[in-house]
């Protein structure tokens, strides 16, 4: 089992900034890909940004030029950045991992960390 250990949401006005932090643990495992999915009051939950193990990026249309996502392949930690924070920013924020565990495939969801922007 791959645990996901996320940190770094909070309360900020527009116009700030915040750096979400999720770190990956198990044994016997390799993650392919790591991302930020975010989920609003009465919305989907929808991606936000996502990184491969290539580092091969990819950023939902709303987040493009504000967020940045990063990650450290020996400590299994990626990093979100988010500048600019808006309003419709505020949604509780998931990390996801896919990878291998063992021979098999496996996805693995954070508790989940609240990020609220004030206007």
């Known amino acids: 089992q791959v645990q996901l250990v996320e940190s770094g949401g909070g309360l900020v006005q527009a116009g700030g900034s915040l750096r979400l932090s999720c770190a990956a643990s198990?044994?016997?495992?390799?993650?392919?890909?790591m991302g930020w999915y975010r989920q609003a009051p009465g919305k989907q939950r929808e991606l936000v940004a996502l990184?491969?193990?290539?580092?091969?990026?990819n950023y939902a249309d709303s987040v493009k030029g504000r967020f940045a996502i990063s990650r450290d392949n020996a400590k299994n930690t990626v990093y979100l950045q988010m500048n600019n924070l808006k309003p419709e920013d505020t949604a509780v924020y998931y990390c996801?991992?896919?990878?291998?565990?063992?021979?098999?495939?496996?996805?693995?969801w954070g508790q989940g960390t609240q990020v609220t922007v004030s206007s």
């Open positions: 990184i491969t193990s290539a580092g091969t990026t």
């Open positions: 198990g044994s016997g495992f390799r993650v392919n890909a």
């Open positions: 996801n991992s896919l990878g291998l565990l063992g021979w098999s495939s496996y996805e693995s």
